[in-house]
């Protein structure tokens, strides 16, 4: 049972763990992170689709920091207190992969 955080930004490190307990940072997702996934495991980022989606494949947890970032912030680090002040959140989602168009 293991809980990755999946960041390069030092801000929402500290923010992510002063809300939950993080038994490690990566700054990305590799295919040789994804493989050692379990059923057990909880995946905390904002990762691309198609990474989130391979994270619910294996049956892993993924839990998106959602920030309401308005297009003047969008591309700046943020500070804690800023992150607070845009409704920074931890949400479970469960993506999943269909069928090419």
Not at 54 to 82: H, M, N, W
Request: glycine share 4%; proline share 4%.
């Amino acid at each position: 049972m293991t809980t990755l955080l999946i960041s390069r930004h030092p801000s929402a490190i500290a923010w992510v763990k002063s809300k939950v307990a993080v038994d490690k940072v990566l700054t990305h997702l590799t295919e040789n992170d994804l493989a050692k996934l379990t059923a057990d495991d909880t995946v905390i980022g904002t990762l691309p689709v198609h990474l989130a989606a391979a994270v619910c494949e294996k049956g892993t947890s993924f839990v998106y920091l959602s920030l309401d970032t308005p297009p003047e912030l969008r591309g700046a680090e943020l500070s804690i207190e800023q992150m607070d002040a845009l409704g920074a959140r931890l949400e479970s989602y469960h993506v999943e992969r269909r069928a090419n168009l």
